[in-house]
């Protein structure tokens, strides 16, 4: 299921409640949305929860955010979640990374972390934070 958020401030509360309140394997806090935000501003939070591979919930995050920021996109941050004995596999994380790859050329500034989550519903998640 994808969720969109288009509202500055919706944007930020969910990062807080999804990302920043919550330690990870590789920890994103506030600190990371707070060094975006202050010199851009956020257009943009997907938030792509299911059972599919991470690849999979990445490849559709990132065409709502190409579909919606166009050329104006300068950051974003990745938080990629599991739940407890759904432990993420190497060959998920190769999508992931030609996915980041492909903004990193772009001159996009990446953020990303993992995180266990256990009140997911799914399997996976992943949440994207867009900035222009």
């Known amino acids: ?25 590789i920890n994103l806090d506030w600190d990371d949305f ?27 995050a990132m065409a709502e955010i190409r579909k919606r920021c166009s050329n104006k996109l300068s950051n974003i941050i990745v938080s990629i979640s599991y739940k407890e004995g759904e432990e993420l596999m190497m060959d998920e994380m190769e999508g992931i990374s030609d996915c980041l790859t492909m903004f990193a050329n772009k001159n996009v500034e990446i953020k990303w972390g993992i995180s266990q989550n256990n009140t997911l519903k799914c399997r996976r998640c992943i949440s994207v934070f867009a900035f222009e």
């Open 34 to 60: 707070k060094a975006f935000a202050e010199s851009h501003r956020p257009i943009v939070a997907i938030r792509n929860e299911d059972n599919a591979s991470v690849t999979e919930l990445t490849d559709n």
């Open 1 to 25: 299921m994808i969720q969109v958020i288009t509202r500055e401030w919706q944007i930020t509360k969910a990062y807080i409640d999804d990302i920043a309140l919550n330690s990870g394997l």
